[in-house]
């Protein structure tokens, strides 16, 4: 158990749906970072937000967003669900700071497939 | 932005020997490489990383070494066992920017196999 935890594991929609993922991070990190994973583009990075408040984006769908909570957790919406949009979707956190980098740990990722 | 290359995609090896996987980055500002391993049905998991003013860093078996001039690191695993199949990736950050994102940026990830 890695500490970062997310729900849920699998996920089956309709094209056209909302879904919602959630993540807890590690006791103690204050910044939560969300990653897609498909096979042909591998790890891309979302967005990333840091004690409340989004720190940075990547190449995040506008039908895409995301929050992090006063108690940290973060939740991910995902809307107007296509069939591309089918893959494993990470949550990593981490102890970062304004001057430090402790690198990431991952939860073990929520399976979304939308049919 | 950033832009890491991963090579190769796909690499097996007999149990024993050693694997090298090789990474380069495009972002002369990066200063910060992690190595994470992902096994089947789990999330990567850091395994080793190192900082720009180091230029190789080792642990049991496995080892980094950075080259900033050529902008590239690689991962050396020796004397491989068959618990090191995975899926490997490289990443690359830039760290220390006072409150700005340290988002890594990964590679495509090598498949390693270690035959028995």
């Known amino acids: 158990d890695s500490g970062v935890t997310q729900t849920p594991k699998h996920l089956i929609t309709a094209t056209g749906q909302r879904v919602t993922l959630r993540c807890s991070p590690r006791s103690g990190d204050l910044s939560v970072y969300w990653y897609q994973q498909s096979l042909d583009q591998g790890l891309q990075f979302l967005i990333q937000?840091?004690?409340?408040?989004?720190?940075a984006k990547g190449n995040i769908l506008e039908r895409f967003s995301a929050q992090q909570f006063p108690d940290l957790h973060s939740e991910l919406n995902l809307s107007s669900l296509e069939l591309g949009d089918s893959a494993l979707y990470f949550c990593?956190?981490?102890?970062?700071?304004?001057?430090?980098?402790?690198?990431?740990?991952f939860g073990s990722g929520t399976r979304l497939t939308v049919v | 932005g950033e832009n890491v290359e991963q090579h190769p995609s796909t690499l097996s090896v007999q149990e024993g020997d050693s694997a090298v996987i090789k990474c380069t980055y495009s972002?002369?500002?990066?200063?910060?490489f992690p190595w994470y391993k992902q096994e089947l049905g789990k999330g990567p998991q850091l395994i080793i990383d190192i900082r720009s003013n180091v230029g190789e860093k080792k642990d049991q078996r496995i080892a980094v070494t950075l080259n900033k001039t050529a902008k590239h690191f690689s991962l050396h695993i020796t004397e491989t066992q068959p618990e090191d199949s995975a899926v490997y990736f490289c990443a690359a950050s830039i760290e220390g920017s006072g409150g700005s994102n340290y988002k890594l940026t990964f590679g495509k990830g090598t498949l390693l196999t270690v035959n028995p």
């Open positions: 937000y840091y004690n409340g408040e989004e720190r």
């Open positions: 990593a956190s981490s102890a970062r700071g304004p001057s430090s980098n402790y690198g990431y740990t």
């Open positions: 972002d002369s500002a990066s200063n910060y």
